[in-house]
């Protein structure tokens, strides 16, 4: 059983910041990648950023400049630092892993969904 377990959402201003973190915990191997997606209500599901075990990371459109993704691989945990929010970061952001479990096997896993609200 892995478990990914968010927190860090909630309110801000335009123009504000928050952070959301991610640990994972469980029957964990080896994590490949960690990162962050986000989605609005009927809509598919987008990718915000993630990083790679070598440490590489990807940040879509939606938040270069503004988003830093980061890693503590000892912690197993993810973090997503959110600057300059806009109202339509509002949406529901959700933690993503690729874990490699002691059986050998690689699944994804989603933690529950955290809400972000930027009130303009």
């Known amino acids: 059983q892995v478990q990914l377990v968010e927190s860090g959402g909630g309110l801000a201003q335009a123009g504000g910041s928050l952070r959301l973190s991610c640990a994972a915990s469980?029957?964990?191997?080896?994590?490949?990648?960690m990162g962050w997606y986000r989605q609005a209500p009927g809509k598919q599901r987008e990718l915000v950023a993630v990083?790679?075990?070598?440490?590489?990371?990807f940040a879509a459109d939606c938040a270069k400049g503004r988003f830093t993704i980061s890693r503590d691989k000892d912690k197993n945990a993810v973090y997503l630092q959110m600057n300059s929010l806009k109202p339509e970061d509002t949406l529901v952001y959700y933690c993503?892993?690729?874990?490699?479990?002691?059986?050998?096997?690689?699944?994804?896993?989603w933690g529950q969904g955290t809400q972000v609200t930027v009130s303009s």
């Open positions: 993503y892993a690729q874990i490699m479990t002691s059986g050998g096997y690689e699944f994804q896993y």
């Open positions: 990083t790679d075990s070598d440490g590489s990371t």
């Open positions: 469980g029957n964990i191997f080896s994590i490949s990648r």
